[in-house]
Structures are given as C-alpha cells and as structure tokens.
C-alpha cells in the first residue's frame, strides 16, 4: 500500500468524486445530450494518476475482464448491425471506465480514505432527513436537478395525489437505488467489532434503508442476516446478536412510523408480509417485461441483441433485472463474465478466515441479489461503489501484512 503524499492525492481526489457523485447533481450541458457523472469529469485526472503512479498499482483479472467485455460489447454491435447507434457505444466505454475507475481506488490510501465515510455519510443523512420532511424548497430540487422527476412529484402521495406511504428518494432519483446506497453504509459500519459509536451509526443507516421503503432492499437485508446467522454465526456473542436483532427491530419499526406519518398509511414493505407484492403493479409488470425480454433472448442465445439502447428508449422497457438485461444483451457469453464480477471476489474472499473481509462478502451479496429486481450495476454510483469495495477488500488480500483497515 502506498503511503505519504503521493497516495494522498489520489486518495484526496476520490474523495471529492465521490462526494461530488454521491451528493451533487450530474452535469447538464443541454436536454438533448445525457447528463455528465463526476467521475466521467474526473477520468483524465486518474489516468493521469494512474500513468504517473504506473509501477505501484496491483493489476488483477479484473482489470482484463472488463476490457475483454468493452471488447466483446463493440463485437456484439458489430454482428447486431447496430454500428451507427452511438448510444451503444457508450456501453464500450462504460467497461472500459469500470477497469479505470477499479485501478484508480487502488491507489487509495484506504486508512485515510476511511476517516472520511462518516463524514459522506452523516452529509447523506441530512440531505435525505431534509427532503424526508419536506423541508421548504428541497423536494423541488431533487426534482429538478437529481434525476427525482416523478418520484419526487408523488412524494408521500399516491397516484391519486391522495397523502400515503413515504418512500425516501434523496439524491439518488429512485427510492431502490437511495436504498442500496444506504445499504453500503449499513455494511461499512457493520459492527463486527462492537463499538458503540459504529453500532449507532450501522443502526442510523438501516433507518434510512428502511426509510426508502423498498422492498428489494428488505428483501436483501434479511438475505444478509440469514447468510451471517448460518456461516459467518461466530462472529458475535449471543447477547451482541441478540442487541444486533433488537437494534434492527427498533430501526425497522421507527422508520415504519415515519414513512406511514405514525401509521396513518399503508407501508409500502408490508405487502411483502401479507403477499399482496405478487399482485402488485410493479411486480405485473416486472413479469410481463421479464416475459418478453425472454422469448427474445431465445433469438440470439449465444451473443445476444447487443447494447441496442434504442429499444429500450422507445418501448419505454425497464429490465429490471440485471442478469435478465446482461443476457438480452450479450447472451449467455455475456451473462458468464457478469456472473464471473460476483463469483470470482466471493469465490476469493469467502476461502479467507480474517473477519475483515465479512463487510465485502455481505456487498456482493448486496448488490448480486438486488439485481434480481433491479438494475444495481448499471447504476453509475453503485458501480462505483462496488469499484471502491472490490479495490479496497483486494488491497487486504495481495497485502495482508500491510496495516489496511
């Protein structure tokens, strides 16, 4: 691991776009052109970073996974006669970005980067608490400026515009995506250790993952906890578990209270409870979309349809469901390397013993399981999250004798 001022620059960088990713609003630079990420302004920086800090990184399969896959998408457009798309392209330099960005956090001096997350975090609690209770003038930025759109606009609403359930959307767009972004913090502050500082703050988190009122992520935390309770048991004493329960009672409880205005309303969780999700509208049309994009999957199994974005944009189809959408598009050759981003860290840091790596085991988890229902990996933040988990957990595993929190 690299100390002292040169991997203090690196380290200081990403922690501005980071921030600037996690709580500012993308660039506009006109309606007709897509919004421009932070991290897609800082990319000139780290390459320079990287060029300059080139004989200190660790390169990994990783790195040649997802240039093979920018390779492999620019030949599935090719074949898909979809050469003259240009949004396609796009999704060449998406991997091509995700190679870069997993390189850059490698530089990290992850002891100092970490003095940092509770400072990001208790920014996020703020901002998404003020949009919570509608404090004057917040709403209508989110909705303007981050992507909030019609979430924001039927905020503590239903489609009759009749008060209802909250579902806190933040700076994310989407009360799914704001959900998983919490979930990160919940599992970095996961106190495996018990500290009572970090306790409040991993119960603070779940609050505000409960507070999305997102089933998917409910879905998750409780797959978290049953995978910790069965394999990774030894970890707490039975009264630690017994307080860790307790704690998640009391959170899951607390936000049901705020986000139904002290029960008035129907939570929107709940109907995992009494099985009315299945009849759901949400849960219809995830079916129906699944349905379709299947029977087309059947024609072009090998390597898919390609990117072809343009489908999407005028059917108005959202897949969500990313191993769904990976083998629509680039087929089951696709979906293997997709299946290899989760299989092969799992795979590596599960065969470890050091408590150390359960937070990183638990995000794979996070972000494999969400895409079931969602589309975690083609979310710029949560990409660079999992980039930021995957750089830091394989910094501890080809250094374990270096001093890496």
């Known amino acids: ?58 390169l990994n399969w990783f790195h040649a996974l997802s ?57 996020l609690v703020l901002i998404n608490l003020a949009h919570f209770f509608n404090f004057p003038g917040i709403n209508k930025l989110l909705e303007n400026q981050y992507n909030g759109g019609i979430q924001l606009q039927f905020f503590g609403k239903n489609s009759l515009g009749e008060p209802a359930v909250k579902r ?13 972004l919490f979930s ?20 603070t988190a779940l609050t505000m993952v409960f507070l999305c009122q997102s089933r998917t992520a409910l ?3 409780l797959g978290l906890f049953t995978y910790l309770a069965i394999f990774k048991s030894q970890i707490w004493t039975r009264r630690q578990w017994l307080q860790i329960l307790i704690g998640l009672s009391i959170s899951y409880l607390l936000a049901w209270m705020l986000a139904t205005s002290f029960f008035k309303y129907s939570a929107y969780s709940s109907s995992l409870l009494d099985g009315t999700a299945l009849y759901s509208g949400s849960v219809r ?14 024609e072009y199994p090998i390597f898919g349809h390609g990117p072809y974005k343009r489908y999407f944009y005028l059917n108005h189809i959202y897949a969500e469901n990313e191993y769904i959408l990976m083998t629509w598009r680039y087929g089951l050759l696709g979906l293997l390397v997709y299946l290899l981003l989760y299989w092969i860290p799992f795979s590596q840091f599960s065969r470890t013993k050091n408590p150390r790596f359960i937070p990183f085991i638990l995000l794979i988890l996070l972000i494999s399981i969400s895409a079931l229902t969602n589309n975690p990996f083609t979310e710029r933040n949560i990409e660079v999250l ?18 890496i929190s």
């Open 1 to 58: 691991m690299m100390s002292g001022p040169t991997a203090k620059i690196p380290t200081f960088l990403g922690v501005f776009l980071i921030f600037a990713s996690l709580c500012l609003p993308a660039l506009a630079i006109g309606e007709q052109y897509p919004s421009i990420h932070w991290f897609d302004i800082g990319l000139p920086f780290m390459l320079l970073l990287l060029f300059m800090n080139r004989s200190k990184f660790y």
């Open 67 to 123: 240039l093979l896959m920018a390779i492999y998408v620019g030949f599935t457009i090719l074949i898909q006669g979809h050469a003259s798309t240009i949004s396609d392209y796009f999704e060449i330099y998406k991997w091509l970005k995700f190679g870069v960005v997993l390189l850059f956090f490698s530089l990290f001096d992850f002891n100092l980067f970490k003095k940092f997350v509770p400072i990001l975090f208790l920014m």
């Open 219 to 221: 879905i998750v935390v």
């Open 386 to 403: 999992f980039c930021l988990a995957l750089a830091w957990a394989y910094q501890r595993l080809t250094k374990p004798d270096a001093k």
């Open 168 to 180: 806190m959307v933040g700076t994310m767009g989407n009360p799914n995506i704001n959900a998983l």
């Open 184 to 203: 990160f913090f919940s599992i970095f502050f996961l106190p495996i250790h018990f500290q009572p500082k970090r306790f409040f703050l991993f119960l």
């Open 285 to 298: 049309g995830r079916f129906e979309t699944w349905s379709l994009l299947g029977q087309q999957i059947n």
